[in-house]
């Protein structure tokens, strides 16, 4: 859920990678309708100071593992929103990885606090196909 007049909101969701070889999330896409443009991003801490940064080769889904995009660490950002994010709503997406290609995703949109704190969006299936969603 995003409050009037916000032009950015976040995705939080985990990934997880039961196949027995590496894969790599390397873009993310959502309809025009919704955003200008869907960015991967981490959150770090530099010298006591967060910071967010996008990361243009993406995150690395290890081979058995899972990744989670979570307040705070790696997180997808969507730019130039062109409505607010309604609680409740839900749009679809696609994540595209290295491997597995593109995948299509369902988000829905949770209240401010959401799941564990936080705010935003949540994939329904973020890595179908290619492993199990761990939401």
């Known amino acids: 859920m995003t409050p009037p007049g916000a032009k950015v ?3 939080y969701f985990s990934i997880e990678n039961t196949g027995t070889t590496p894969d790599r999330l390397v873009s993310v896409a959502v309809a025009a309708d919704i955003a200008g443009r869907a960015e991967i991003h981490e959150m770090s801490v530099t010298d006591g100071v967060m910071k ?9 889904i290890p081979a058995g593992g899972t990744v ?3 307040p705070g660490g790696y ?4 730019q130039d929103l062109k409505q607010p994010l309604k609680e ?7 994540l595209t990885f290295e491997k597995a290609g593109t995948v299509a995703v369902e ?3 949770e209240g401010m606090a959401g799941p564990k704190g936080a705010a935003g969006m949540q994939a329904a299936d973020p890595h179908a196909g290619h492993g199990t969603p761990s939401n």
Do not use: R
């Not at 409740?88 to 696609?94: E, I």
């Open 75 to 78: 997180h997808l950002m969507l």
């Open 52 to 60: 967010m940064q996008m990361l243009p080769d993406g995150i690395a």
């Open 68 to 70: 989670a995009l979570a």
């Open 9 to 11: 909101g976040g995705a």
């Open 107 to 109: 988000f829905k949109v």
């Open 88 to 94: 409740g709503a839900s749009f679809k997406g696609t």
